[in-house]
């Protein structure tokens, strides 16, 4: 096993590489860049793509390092002022030459600055993560501890009226989009139409610092139920049907059948033979499950519910052409995303130490 985590962390270095090199090659042919960005505004535009409208007057990419005359709508601001900014901003400097210097930095964990909030990369993501662990986490937990007893219910009563109900009820609720039941959730409970029973934005109140510990763990599950009940709702769908189809073909087998003939009860059966090789998938999973919900399923819900997370925080990054915050989260999130597959195949010889990777790529 030894062998084979080796080689996995061996290939992260060349899939990381060619996932960031990827990247940074289409950011330069995408157009408004950061220089764009101050052209426009100084120039009181404040649109950067303003200069893309006309049709016949397009401008390139600042991070292409192209010259004053280049910019749309940069004609009316001195050359020296330009070549500043692309000082500034290292954009004098060739595409390769920029892309292993800033490889050169993460190496030793310099990810820079945000080009717009003066403020370190590393800091910007500490101080969005709380809110990303919150919906990450409890809407994940919730999920599995929500579908994988009723999942088991539903195998042990195939067929009936209880699984036929259920499975109804958890399809319409994955078809409903996640956004159109948060604002329905803020229009019923958080001061819409009906009632105020939750607070409509934020992760705690303001009067947080004041408040006892027991306060402030009531305030804060207070501010993400409503969050919490909006991310989780399509999630059980798939999980619940995984694991009714796991536990079904293991019901199924000879072995089963055999417990039951020396006589143990269904609880034996179920908890203790079939359970172990049924939520091989579902528990091995958890890791990237987690991470698929902390990183990527939260943006439109942070919006919603004005949330600053890392969700919101990598959308406004890509609208600014914030690259520094672009490039760090990648190359950070990137780098967490195939450490945790690694953690997912050991959570597969945990759950089932007759796995052995190793025998499988031999």
Same mark, same amino acid.
């Given at each position: ?15 990381? #590489? ?40 397009? !401008?390139?990419?600042?991070?292409? !390092? ?26 004098? =400097? ?63 009563? @195939? ?25 329905? #959730? ?16 934020? /992760? ?44 079904? @073909?293991?019901?199924? =087998? ?8 020396? $006589? ?43 949330? @600053?997370? #890392? ?16 490039? $760090? ?11 945790? !597959?690694?953690?997912?195949? #050991?959570?597969?010889? /945990?759950?089932?130490?007759?796995? @052995? ?6």
């Amino acid at each position: 096993m030894g062998a084979y985590i080796l080689r996995r962390l061996l290939l992260v270095i060349p899939t990381l #590489l060619g996932i960031m090199i990827i990247n940074f090659t289409l950011v330069q042919f995408v157009p408004g860049g950061p220089i764009e960005q101050i052209i426009a505004q100084a120039q009181g535009q404040g649109d950067a793509f303003a200069g893309f409208a006309g049709g016949g007057e397009a !401008g390139v990419d600042a991070s292409a !390092g192209a010259g004053d005359d280049t910019y749309a709508g940069a004609r009316g601001l001195p050359p020296e002022f330009i070549e500043e900014l692309e000082k500034e901003f290292g954009f004098d =400097k060739p595409p390769v030459e920029r892309f292993l210097s800033m490889m050169g930095n993460y190496l030793t964990l310099d990810f820079g600055e945000s080009y717009f909030r003066s403020i370190s990369v590393i800091d910007l993501v500490l101080e969005k993560m709380p809110v990303s662990i919150s919906l990450g986490l409890w809407s994940t937990l919730i999920a599995y501890l929500v579908s994988i007893p009723l999942g088991i219910r539903k195998a042990v009563k @195939d067929g009936s009226t209880f699984d036929t109900w259920t499975s109804g009820t958890i399809i319409v609720a994955y078809a409903i989009p996640g956004f159109l039941f948060a604002i329905l #959730l803020l229009v019923l409970f958080a001061g819409g139409s009906y009632w105020q029973i939750f607070p409509l934005r934020g /992760l705690t109140s303001d009067n947080w610092d004041s408040l006892s510990l027991f306060g402030k763990i009531a305030d804060y599950f207070w501010h993400i139920a409503l969050p919490i009940i909006a991310l989780t709702i399509s999630a059980f769908a798939t999980l619940t049907l995984l694991t009714k189809n796991s536990f079904l @073909d293991e019901i199924k =087998k000879q072995y089963v059948m055999t417990a039951r003939a020396k $006589g143990l009860s269904e609880g034996k059966v179920l908890y203790g033979h079939v359970f172990r090789n049924a939520m091989l998938i579902v528990i091995a999973g958890f890791p990237a499950v987690f991470i698929g919900v902390f990183f990527g399923g939260s943006i439109i819900i942070e919006t919603i519910f004005s949330l @600053d997370g #890392l969700g919101r925080l990598g959308f406004e990054a890509a609208v600014a052409r914030d690259y520094p915050v672009i490039f $760090g989260t990648l190359f950070i999130f990137g780098l967490m995303g195939l450490v945790v !597959g690694i953690i997912s195949d #050991l959570m597969y010889v /945990l759950v089932d130490p007759r796995i @052995d990777f190793e025998k499988r790529e031999g």
